[in-house]
């Protein structure tokens, strides 16, 4: 039987192939992630001109995913210093990389990483439309950038952030001066302009059963961008935002009536206190559609350590309902993040994303934590590196610092409770001076 996409396969009843890897990797029946695909509450991104993709499901149910965005921009045009990101940000563990390029040869490291990268590849077609035509914004007209979609989708991008939710409508209240930041989405701020420059309404909304023809051909999941999320705690949970989020909710409906998978976007920068709230709403208004979420960073005040204030919101988050985390590094705010900012930026999500896990009772999620503690127990310092989720850092820190007992560390020496206990427990003399 012929299927266009993951969730037409799903709901003829088909099984793929990606279905039956995503199914062993969760440890899940086929059965059951068939329904949650064919439903919409599980996307594939599975471009089907991926072939080196090592595909990964996103969904409530599943293991939290995390995304990484990399890509050149006219400051930092280093294609090859790109490509060992990307390398090192699959080997830590990133299920999905963004390529948002937004100067020179975008169309060489797209390839490249369809060629080369088993995670998702993601991109933003608006920004590439500018470098693409090399015009003016308001020069570029709507069918062009429903042409750059067309180009991604044929060259094999697995899911594309599209900002199709802002509309001249939606938009009055940034005009009107209702928000403190505006709009601090680079795809929505550049729509924004081209919406006020010529006067017409977005082509993402009014194109969107175009596009989403497009998707369906070529299987690229529909990641709905959120133009409008809250780029500081006083804008959290606004009109803007709420008003963007039902529009998605409807959009969200017609991507699915034709066999379209959809992930939504969400915020942005939002107090603790209305994550919860904010991930039920999107659930319910959004239909169980798998939440990607930029953060939320949970507080504005500590640029240089946006990965620490993301990990945080990220992992209420995705305990309370999202499912696949954007990582954030400490260059967030000041600059592109270097090898070592997206190291530290991939290590923070995917803490947060393990302690999501955890509290959703994600299968085999406290098992690794179980053998950590195992490890400790036993003092088994090699044990516990290799469980380490920066195994390296984990080397580095006692090998920088041994103590003078191996069934110690320098933190309290013979005083070490986990020794003592260990030797009291075994009967045996607890030599502490
Ligand atoms: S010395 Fe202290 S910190 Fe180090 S392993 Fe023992 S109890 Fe833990």
Not at 107 to 130: F, M, N, Q, S, W
Not at 288 to 302: M, R, S
Request: one cysteine or more; hydrophobic letters at 40%.
């Amino acid at each position: 039987m012929e299927f266009t996409t993951q969730m037409d396969a799903a709901r003829k009843g088909i099984i793929t192939k990606q279905i039956k890897k995503v199914a062993l990797e969760e440890g899940m029946h086929v059965e059951e992630l068939m329904d949650l695909v064919a439903k919409g509450q599980v996307a594939i991104p599975a471009n089907k001109k991926h072939l080196s993709l090592s595909p990964k499901g996103i969904g409530n149910k599943l293991k939290t995913k995390i995304n990484v965005n990399l890509g050149v921009s006219k400051d930092c045009e280093d294609y090859d210093l790109e490509m060992s990101k990307v390398n090192k940000a699959v080997e830590l563990g990133a299920d999905a990389i963004m390529d948002l390029s937004s100067a020179g040869e975008r169309g060489a490291l797209r390839h490249r990483l369809i060629k080369e990268c088993p995670a998702a590849i993601g991109t933003v077609p608006v920004y590439d439309a500018i470098i693409h035509y090399d015009k003016p914004l308001d020069q570029i007209t709507g069918e062009e950038f429903i042409d750059v979609v067309r180009l991604h989708a044929k060259d094999g991008v697995d899911f594309m952030t599209m900002h199709c939710g802002l509309t001249r409508e939606s938009s009055k209240h940034v005009k009107r001066g209702e928000r403190l930041t505006n709009i601090v989405s680079r795809g929505g701020s550049l729509i924004f302009s081209w919406m006020e420059m010529t006067g017409k309404e977005n082509p993402f909304y009014e194109f969107y059963d175009e596009i989403l023809d497009i998707c369906r051909e070529h299987d690229v999941t529909m990641s709905l961008g959120d133009a409008c999320r809250p780029g500081c705690i006083e804008d959290a949970s606004d009109v803007s935002q709420i008003e963007e989020l039902v529009i998605l909710g409807d959009l969200t409906r017609r991507a699915w009536e034709k066999d379209v998978q959809v992930i939504i976007e969400g915020p942005g920068h939002m107090p603790i206190d209305q994550i919860e709230a904010n991930m039920k709403i999107q659930q319910t208004i959004c239909k169980g559609a798998p939440f990607y979420v930029l953060g939320p960073l949970v507080t504005d005040v500590a640029p240089g350590y946006d990965h620490i204030t993301s990990a945080i919101g990220g992992a209420i988050a995705a305990t309370y309902g999202a499912s696949f985390l954007c990582y954030v590094t400490p260059a967030e705010h000041l600059r592109l993040p270097d090898l070592d900012d997206m190291k530290e930026g991939i290590i923070a999500s995917k803490i947060a994303a393990h302690a999501a896990d955890i509290a959703k009772g994600i299968k085999g999620a406290s098992d690794w934590d179980k053998k950590m503690s195992q490890a400790r127990k036993d003092l088994d310092w090699e044990g516990m590196f290799k469980l380490s989720i920066d195994e390296e850092k984990a080397r580095r820190y006692r090998e920088e610092s041994m103590p003078e007992n191996e069934d110690t560390c320098t933190m309290c020496g013979k005083f070490c409770a986990v020794r003592n206990m260990n030797k009291t427990l075994n009967g045996e003399y607890v030599d502490v001076i």
